[in-house]
């Protein structure tokens, strides 16, 4: 089994795109953080960053109620990638093709910090079946 549940802040505003064949194919990135204290005193934060992309009904929906600092439940496979930056460097991607999205407080289109009211949310996976599969698109947009 391949799944991931993440809850942190967009990191930019959502892009949606189609694909040739009319499907329409969402990304945007999502920031998770953690803080601690190392053994010294110390605080620290650490943050983990994740490209979204969601398909179909789902990824329409995320494109029109989520935008940059708004917090978000994001569920979804995760895949990974290596790649060259443009330093010349290589870089590390985490990727996750969504399946669950519940939209949360924060910063963003409510803008009050607190629990919005989420106008959509998938339920164990409903949407699952209308994103669309790496494998199976030819021709992805991005």
Not at 104 to 121: S, T, V
């Amino acid at each position: 089994m391949n799944k991931i549940i993440v809850i942190g802040h967009l990191g930019r505003d959502p892009e949606m795109r189609y694909t040739p064949n009319g499907q329409a194919v969402t990304s945007f990135s999502v920031a998770s953080s953690r803080r601690y204290t190392t053994s010294a005193g110390e605080q620290r934060e650490e943050t983990e960053w994740f490209n979204v992309s969601a398909w179909g009904k789902l990824g329409e929906t995320c494109n029109q109620y989520l935008a940059k600092g708004r917090q978000v439940y994001v569920e979804g496979r995760l895949s990974s990638r290596s790649y060259e930056g443009r330093d010349g460097q290589t870089r590390f991607s985490n990727d996750i093709s969504l399946t669950d999205v519940q939209f949360l407080g924060g910063r963003g289109a409510d803008g009050d910090g607190g629990m919005a009211a989420a106008p959509y949310e998938v339920g164990a996976g409903a949407m699952a079946d209308e994103g669309g599969d790496f494998d199976a698109v030819d021709d992805l947009p991005f």
